[in-house]
């Protein structure tokens, strides 16, 4: 799994800004930050495939004498989960922020940044243990690079701060679901039967799974009505699989609608319409 180690932290920094100029390396900066408010407090929803984009903001305070010019330094936003020293999974902004001064002292500068965070199942969500509310960290690097082999000799000098605990962000598999209503056209008093499946994003098998053991509910709106009326609650089985019996008795059409859990995005069908004779 991916770590938020310093090896992937400079890597990060050098693919974003380019092999940086020569620079003294200095102790760790009196750095000091807000809150980290990823995706506008709102959960983040990821299938099998597409990538996801969130945008990030945060405020944080600097020396006036330190300058990230995203060169010599760098300062980013990421997501983890596990220990802060030993992440269990992480994932870093991949674009430099775009940040204003906000407020200034005889000896500190405070700006407000908004950077991009990008989450693709394919290369970042592992297992089922991603779904959960993940922490924001901020890092900070300054590199020291020569590159001048005249005299037989190259370096390359990084020094990595973290702090985390600054936010969090929960992420969440994406749910679908199906509706089947049978047979069709219906007769007036004869019974109908109405499946359905519901599955979710799998990031271990890149696949859309069944969730069994979710209560679902089935709706229906008679025809020319303007809203849908709960009709009775079905329990996934196995594979995810949905089933109940109904007795026709309008023109109409069903659903099934998932609320959703902690881990598993809320997802209504579509909706099939029945015509009852």
């Known amino acids: 799994m991916r770590k938020l180690a310093i ?17 003294a390396l200095a102790d760790s900066p009196d750095l000091t930050f807000g809150a980290v408010t990823v995706n506008n407090g709102k959960p983040i929803a990821v299938g099998t495939r597409a990538a996801v984009t969130v945008p990030v903001t945060y405020s944080f305070t600097r020396p006036d004498d330190l300058v990230i010019d995203y060169k010599n330094n760098f300062l980013i936003v990421a997501l983890y989960r596990g220990p802060l020293a030993e992440t269990d999974n992480a994932v870093e902004a991949g674009s430099k922020p775009v940040c204003t001064t906000t407020a200034t002292t005889d000896t500190t500068v405070t700006e407000s940044c908004a950077a991009k965070l990008t989450i693709d199942p394919r290369d970042n969500l592992y297992t089922a243990a991603d779904a959960t509310t993940w922490k924001a960290a901020a890092l900070y690097s300054q590199t020291a690079i020569d590159l001048d082999e005249s005299d037989g000799h190259i370096s390359l000098h990084t020094g ?71 009709v009775k609650t079905v329990t996934s089985g196995a594979g995810g699989a949905l089933s109940t019996t109904v007795k026709a008795s309008k023109d109409g059409s069903y659903r099934y609608k998932f609320a959703g859990t902690s881990t598993t995005t809320a997802k209504t069908s579509a909706a099939d319409y029945v015509d009852v004779k």
């Open 160 to 230: 990595i701060d973290v702090w985390g605990n600054l936010g969090t962000a929960k992420l969440q598999r994406i749910s679908r679901v199906t509706v089947n209503a049978t047979p069709e056209p219906a007769v007036k008093g004869r019974t109908l039967t109405v499946k359905g499946k519901l599955t979710r994003a799998d990031w271990n098998t890149g696949t859309y799974a069944g969730y069994k053991g979710q209560k679902v509910t089935l709706q229906f709106k008679a025809k020319g009505a303007t809203a849908y009326t709960d």
């Open 7 to 23: 090896s992937a932290a400079v890597s990060g920094a050098l693919a974003l800004t380019g092999l940086a100029a020569p620079a």
